[in-house]
């Protein structure tokens, strides 16, 4: 498959279903919501909302069944993003490319903001006949036992020696298990089996945990203007990492391994996973 022209042509649906659900900058109160949008429109590879509809695609549905849940998912990601950005959590200048939204809003706006998306997911979520199921799942997700609880794990980290299982609770508990949610949300909208949503969720721990081993080594090997955030931050904070803990080829064939072990989850779908095995492989190979 051309899985760049995949790739442009999800993101386009994904940003005109954001563009359609945001308040508009001119709605009061307009600070708030040049803000939200400021940190929804800052660019981003949109890889969850993306991975929510090949998971419907997976399952023999139309991907536009699950288009509402991947505008949810953004914004739930974004509202991370804002947060962990903040002064007090991560404290980075930049995010994709773009100034960070408490540099551009202030502290207070931008915790707000992210208070604002984080509501309007579960508000989508809700808005489906099935939607309670949704905002459960996103709930548990978004909590103490997964990306709060995560970040909470990731802050005590810092300038301390994690044993590997450690972190990779951590990871787990942030990067995975959103990713992990993402193609569950477009598996169930499509009527996914027991079987099929089994698969999506080991697909999504292993390729989530994947991509976090991929971002710690992009974070000591690439520069801030191709990340589009600050490089080198991990090494800064002394903060554990796979690098650090494993060095980088063994942290490269900890990726493989794991991209491997997602990809054989896919075997259920046959020919109808070709998308996510491609996007399995995307997360590997990306390089910012």
């Not at 993306?50 to 997976?58: M, T």
């Not at 991560?90 to 706006?109: A, E």
């Amino acid at each position: 498959m051309d899985l760049e022209l995949y790739l442009k042509e999800r993101r386009g649906w994904i940003d005109a279903a954001l563009e359609a659900r945001l308040p508009g900058p001119g709605e009061r109160p307009g600070t708030l919501h040049r803000a939200m949008r400021h940190s929804i429109f800052a660019g981003g590879k949109r890889l969850r909302p993306i991975l929510c509809l090949a998971a419907a695609e997976a399952c023999g549905a139309d991907p536009g069944i699950a288009l509402d849940l991947a505008v949810a998912l953004e914004c739930l990601h974004t509202y991370t993003l804002i947060h962990d950005d903040l002064p007090c959590m991560d404290d980075d200048d930049f995010r994709r490319g773009h100034p960070t939204c408490h540099k551009v809003f202030g502290d207070g706006i931008a915790v707000l903001a992210g208070d604002a998306l984080q509501a309007l997911a579960f508000e989508i979520c809700g808005e489906r006949e099935d939607g309670g199921v949704y905002a459960r799942e996103l709930a548990v997700t978004s909590g103490s036992r997964h990306l709060v609880g995560g970040q909470v794990l990731d802050l005590e980290g810092e300038s301390k020696q994690l044993s590997l299982e450690e972190l990779r609770f951590v990871h787990l508990s942030k990067t995975a298990a959103l990713l992990t949610t993402s193609v569950r949300f477009g598996g169930r909208a499509a009527g996914a089996s027991e079987a099929q949503l089994e698969a999506l969720t080991r697909f999504g721990q292993a390729s989530g945990l994947a991509f976090q081993v991929i971002d710690d080594i992009l974070d000591v090997t690439q520069t801030t203007e191709k990340l589009g955030k600050s490089a080198g931050k991990d090494l800064d904070s002394s903060k554990s990492t796979y690098p650090a803990l494993l060095g980088l080829e063994a942290s490269r064939e900890e990726a493989h391994r794991l991209t491997r072990e997602a990809l054989e989850a896919l075997a259920i779908f046959g020919d109808a996973g070709s998308a996510l095995r491609a996007l399995g492989n995307y997360l590997l190979e990306r390089d910012y």
